[in-house]
T-cell receptor, first 109, second 115 residues
Framework: DAKTTQPNSMESNEEEPVHLPCNHS???????IHWYRQLPSQGPEYVIH???SNVNNRMASLAIAEDRKSSTLILHRATLRDAAVYYC??????????FGQGTELSVKP | ETGVTQSPTHLIKTRGQQVTLRCSSQ?????VSWYQQALGQGPQFIFQ???????GRGNFPPRFSGLQFPNYSSELNVNALELDDSALYLC??????????????FGSGTQLSVL
């Protein structure tokens, strides 16, 4: 039971920002929100994680709603290499990620 | 480059056979987890090992078993293969702190086909 909900697919144009939404309405206070992405023919790759505050790293930004029932992964300038399946994951047990279906992001040149 | 390597990359077996998949974790990572990913689905947690002991298991039958070795290598064994076992098998390593903000590092997987 993934307990996160994401759109099945999204499209973006190259060089434009992308906002990938995720709903996690039953999240508990100690659950972190993790995002991983999976490029074709590769294993999942860590993107970013957060608990309550918005987070930034070199790959992306994570905006977490004040009630923590939803979050948005932001890719500031999509490139063709960002085409992948993006997974939003509630994580409160060390090492055990519960993946949902994820959002398949396609990037058009 | 995650520092996690899996072998072989592809494997074909027939129903009823046994298979062993191998993973080499990052040095210093005490936890290894195995996932099964069917075509078009997200990865599903099989089990996790911490310092050579099983430390959590998903909804998989006992014919799925594992081993973790002190040299940061590990194995996934599947007995009595079934057609539905055809999938990409992923291993992931982590430091093993148990913290909820711990990152996992995945290998590229072994694609198993059962005929």
């Amino acid at each position: 039971d993934a307990k996160t909900t994401q759109p099945n697919s999204m499209e973006s144009n190259e060089e434009e920002p992308v906002h990938l939404p995720c709903n996690h309405s039953t999240i508990s206070g100690t659950d972190y929100i993790h995002w991983y992405r999976q490029l074709p023919s590769q294993g999942p790759e860590y993107v970013i994680h957060g608990l309550t505050s918005n987070v930034n790293n070199r790959m992306a930004s994570l905006a977490i709603a004040e009630d923590r029932k939803s979050s948005t992964l932001i890719l500031h300038r999509a490139t063709l290499r960002d085409a992948a399946v993006y997974y939003c994951i509630r994580y409160n047990q060390g090492g055990k990620l519960i993946f949902g279906q994820g959002t398949e992001l396609s990037v058009k040149p | 480059e995650t520092g996690v390597t899996q072998s072989p990359t592809h494997l074909i077996k027939t129903r009823g056979q046994q298979v062993t998949l191998r993973c080499s974790s990052q040095s210093g990572h005490n936890t290894v987890s195995w996932y099964q990913q069917a075509l078009g689905q997200g990865p599903q947690f099989i089990f996790q090992y911490y310092r050579e002991e099983e430390n959590g298991r998903g909804n998989f039958p006992p014919r799925f078993s594992g081993l973790q070795f002190p040299n940061y290598s590990s194995e996934l064994n599947v007995n009595a293969l079934e057609l539905d076992d055809s999938a990409l098998y992923l291993c992931a390593s982590s430091r093993g702190t148990g913290a909820s903000n711990e990152k996992l590092f995945f290998g590229s997987g072994t694609q198993l086909s059962v005929l």
